[in-house]
């Protein structure tokens, strides 16, 4: 009757608390065996499916009933792996204590029977457990005894776990080198397991790793392969890390489009999930490359929200770097006292930092010795600080020594308070000596990149002056040799009242040019800063349009304007140079019967401006040199006109100061296209 009750127990406790397929076989399995060994291995093989559905509950009341059992047939392999398995459980719920008890329990059962892999299997765990709370030491040592046995017998599974968990020891306690070797057989494993999720992991760390030891090919490499083995559709919060972090390694290298491809990209995946870490990782990372390329305000904007999302979520490392881009941001645009505000801050952080990552240093750490029952205990001992140390009674010692002792003691207090008194005026002077060093430093630093952007600037101005100058000689010199024919008698008067619409239009362009550069100056000379304003494109098409009527009607050149009504915020006087440059090239490289097309539109919220020939074109060879700063490259128009050479390289300079962009696009013997991208509004408005 007892055992039919018993039966329709485990019947119900079947039915109510199966998961799946595998756990209601075992618990069947388990009702009708006989109070044996075998039924022992059951239950642990039931323990197990229900430790990996992480039913703690349920697997610790069959874990009592299987410790029970074993100790009532004194089967030592049962008592071993249901202590293990307690131990794992309590490992999860964060019970250190009584992991550790079980632990110990589980170990010294293996030990009666010989069982080399249990307690490797023991010691793993052990060494896992006191990585994570910081007992690197005693941690070292037992993952390193176990990896022996797990190599011996080539157990690919527990080796997996074991390499993972000495690479993150070492990695915390700032090996890199030994962190990078384990995590490299940590991969060869997983590779060989077939462990995607392993790999990936692994990769990732290498990838990190190369880029704290500075070999950030390296780890180019490396996080490349991470974005090869990942699931567009599946890992997006693991391609929202690895982007910014790739985007950087190539930042590094001054790859900027590469840079910015990935940087971009992953500040869209990150949005696009809500990931405020990777957002605040992808933004620093834009900051920096915004801030290389002098794109100031652009960089600003987004530092400041990087800023913003490292306070909210409390990012310290992500916050600290930021601290360090607004020192560079602030130095740059000639704003000393933010910097000095800036780095105040960076210092203070970065000391917390370094007091909190102070890991404990193990050195010269060997495996312990598996066989010895009392090795876990007292490694653990050891850790706490639980050492027995050997001391005599001063009540035993005679008066006069004590005495003594007492006196010495005193004495050095009084060294002590005498030396700290004198030498507090001197520590203070020394902080303040390192203080002024560290403003120093900045002040410096801010200097060269002001004196590095001046330069820039002057390279600017030498060039416009030099377009405008070339120019105005051209035009001047014409009308001057026009001159020179009529005071010489060597044209007629009707002749020369046939040239009187060239002259007319070599004037009209001079005056244009010198209205343009006195006006420019004007106001530019001190600081070449865009005045940006809103004003109507289409009406400097017209003007730039007109003054190259006669050169069209030379070359026989059809000129088509569809150009429409739109405004640009620029610096109109800027904007106007690279038109008349656009359009005077346009008619230089033309042939007779070709046409120019000029038109604009709006486009994403921007105006993009194009200017079409159907002319010579250019080579392939020849459109890296376009706008290239440090060569001078011209060639001669399709009439033996000469150019200076400097026309579109200036065209960038002035564009770009208005936050805007050019490119070309031409086919040798086809023509030409030249596109102006321009704001149509204030970006901070």
Known sequence: MKQ?????????????????????????????????????????????????????????????????????????????????YRALIYTKRDDYYNSIDNYNKSRNYYLQISDTLGVAKVSNSIGLLEIKRGNYTVGLKNSLSAIQIFENRNLRSELSSAYNNL?????????????????????????????????????????????????????????????????????QDLRGEILPKLGSEYLRFKEFDKAAEHLVEGLKYNRKQGNEEGILRALNAIGNLNLQQKK?????????????????????????????????????????????????????LRDKLNKVNQPILPSNVEPIDLTDPNAIDTQLNESNGKSSVSSASWVNESPLYFYTVIAIALALLALLIFFFSKNRMYRATIAEQ?????????????????????????????????????????????????????????????????????????????????????????????????????????????????????????????????????????DKSM???????????????????????????????????????????????????????NKNFTTIGTKNEKGTGLGLTICKDLVELNNGRIWVDSTENVGS??????????SKA
């Open 673 to 682: 296209k030249f596109f102006v991208e321009l704001p149509k509004a204030d």
């Open 575 to 629: 904007i106007e140079i690279v038109i008349q440059n656009l359009i005077t090239n346009a008619v230089k490289f033309s042939r007779k019967g070709d046409v120019i097309t000029i038109s604009n539109e709006d486009v994403n919220g921007k105006a993009l401006i194009c200017v079409e020939d159907t002319g010579v074109g250019i080579s392939r060879s020849n459109l890296d040199k376009l706008f290239n700063s």
């Open 296 to 348: 100031v305000k652009l960089a600003e904007l987004q530092l400041d929200e990087a800023y913003a999302i490292a306070q909210k979520i409390d990012n310290k490392t992500e916050l600290l770097e930021n601290y360090k881009l607004h020192i560079v941001l602030d130095s740059t645009r000639g704003y000393y006292q933010n910097a000095f505000f800036w780095q105040n801050k960076y210092y203070d």
């Open 4 to 84: 039919l009750m018993t039966l329709a127990a485990l019947v119900v406790s079947f039915f109510v608390f199966s998961q799946n397929e595998r756990i209601d076989s075992l618990t069947v399995q388990l009702a009708y065996q006989k109070q044996d060994s075998t039924k022992v291995e059951t239950s642990l093989m039931l323990i197990d499916e229900l430790y990996k559905i992480e039913d703690y509950t349920k697997a610790l009341l069959y874990i009592n009933q299987t410790s029970k059992l074993s100790d009532q047939l004194n089967y030592t392999k049962g008592l071993a792996e249901s202590n293990y």
């Open 434 to 570: 390192k203080e002024k060093l560290k403003q120093e430093k900045v002040r410096n630093e801010a200097i060269l990149e002001q004196t590095h952007h001046l330069e820039e600037v002057n390279q600017v101005k030498d060039k416009l002056f030099s377009i405008v100058s070339h120019d105005l000689k051209d035009s001047i010199s014409s009308i001057k040799a026009f001159l020179d024919l009529l005071k010489e008698d060597s044209i007629s008067k009707e002749e020369f009242n046939d040239l009187i619409p060239e002259l007319s239009e070599n004037a009209n362009n001079a005056s244009s040019l010198l209205f343009n550069l006195l006006n420019w100056s004007k106001s530019q000379m001190q600081n070449l800063e865009p005045k940006a304003e809103l004003f109507n494109i289409q009406e400097v098409f017209h003007t730039k349009m007109a003054l190259v009527e006669q050169k069209l009607e030379d070359k026989r050149i059809v000129l088509i304007d569809e150009s429409k009504r739109d405004f640009v915020y620029a």
């Open 167 to 235: 690479a993150e020891a070492y990695f915390k306690t700032n090996q890199i080198d030994k962190a990078l070797d384990f995590n490299f057989k940590a991969l060869e494993v997983r590779k060989q397991l077939g462990d995607k999720t392993g790999v990936i992991a692994s990769t990732k760390n290498i990838a990190e790793l190369y880029s704290l030891r500075k070999e950030h090919r390296k780890s180019i490499e490396y996080f490349e392969n991470v974005m090869n083995l990942l699931n567009p559709e599946t890992d």
